[in-house]
Structures are given as structure tokens and as C-alpha cells.
């Protein structure tokens, strides 16, 4: 991480003013889909530094934020892009934006997780914190061998110590900055949930 760079709090900051439009109490407000990615896209140097056995995860979580990315250009909120795949009949094919919006929300509430588990914990390896996380988020969703791979991978992060360091934060900044992340992307999260299911699209496939 270049000298001055503070991953944490571009992705604190920008959860904040995404929950601030989904809390705003106004039923008219919609997520644009170009602040969520855009939002979604700083999460993804927090993917980056959990050391290269989750290389293969970073990978697919940056090509989905990627075409989210992409489909701003022609399509205004997260609402109207399921729409667009439910028009075309597309909305469970491979590759498709709102397949991929459902993927990019689990990462999301996979590192909600996970600094949950990290707040919660005084432990010096992030072995435990990423593999509650993990369990709790993506593993009901994945195949054995997607599973041995990702539990093989826990013994490969980096130590908390480490990735502080690489985030350059202390202790006490990634406390905040954390806390911060986890109140604001659980109602962004419940959104998403909540528009798969007003349009009974279903949120466990
Ligand atoms: C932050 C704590 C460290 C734990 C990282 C755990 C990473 C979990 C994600 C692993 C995903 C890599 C394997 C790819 C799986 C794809 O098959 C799957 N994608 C996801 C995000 O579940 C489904 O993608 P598809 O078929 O819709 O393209």
C-alpha cells in the first residue's frame, strides 16, 4: 500500500454515504448503481492483502464489481438492473448483473463479518475471524472443493499485525474505521436483500 493510502476509511466513508440514501426514510430513494460499485470497488484492496492463497477470490469479486461498474454506464440503480435481467429472463445465468450484484453483496457482509469477528477478538491471526466469516456468508453457497480450498487459504492470511500495517493503520484507527463499515453496509445489505426479494427473485442460489 503506497505511503499516505487509507483503504479503510475509503471503504468506511463511502458505506456511510450509501447507508445515508438507504436510511433516508424517502421510498423513492434508490441505489445508483454507480456509487455502490464505485463503493464496492475500495473493498476490493481489502481482498488484496489477505495474501495470495485468496488471490483466486479477488479475482472473481473484481471481475463482478467490474461489470456492475460497466452496466452503470447504461442502467441507473440497482433496482432498474434487476429489472433489466428479469425482462430478459437472464437474472440466474452466469455473468449476468444481478447474478453478480447477489455475489458482490456476499462479499460485502462476508467482511461485515469479519470485522465483527476481529473487533470481538484480542487473537493475533485472523485464521478464526476470516473463517466464521466465511462459514457464516459464502460456504452454504459453495461447493467441497471451493470450500477445502478457501479453509487451505486460512492458514496463508496474514497476521492481524500485517494487515494493519499494509492498510496503514494502528489498532485504534481500524477499530473505528471498522465499526464504521459494519453499521453502514448492514442496511445496504438488507436493501439488496430486500429488492431480490420484493421481485421474488429468491437471495439463496
Ligand atoms: C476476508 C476473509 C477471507 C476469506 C475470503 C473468502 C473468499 C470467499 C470467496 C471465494 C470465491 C472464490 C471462488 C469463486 C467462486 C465462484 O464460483 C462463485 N463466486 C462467489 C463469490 O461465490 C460463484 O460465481 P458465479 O458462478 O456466479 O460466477
Redo the contacts with the bound molecule.
Sequence with gaps: MADGENPLRKIAASFKDLAAAVNSQNPEVQVEVAPFSAACSHVSV??GC?GIA?K??EM??VA?VDDLTKAANSIGTLKSLLDHDIERGSVRK??SHS??LL?VK??LD??RV?FEQILASEESSLKSP?SV??AQV?AP??GWA?RKA?AA?MYA?PTRARLLNKLNEDGESARIQMQIYISASAPVIQYIDQLFLSKELGIDW
Aim: net charge positive; glycine share 10%; no cysteine.
Design positions: 481489502l481482498f489477505l485468496f483466486f477470490a472473481d469479486y463482478k452466469a455473468g447474478r453478480n455475489r456476499r462479499g462476508m467482511v469479519l476470516a466469516a466465511y459464502f453457497h459453495h471451493i478457501v487459504g492470511l
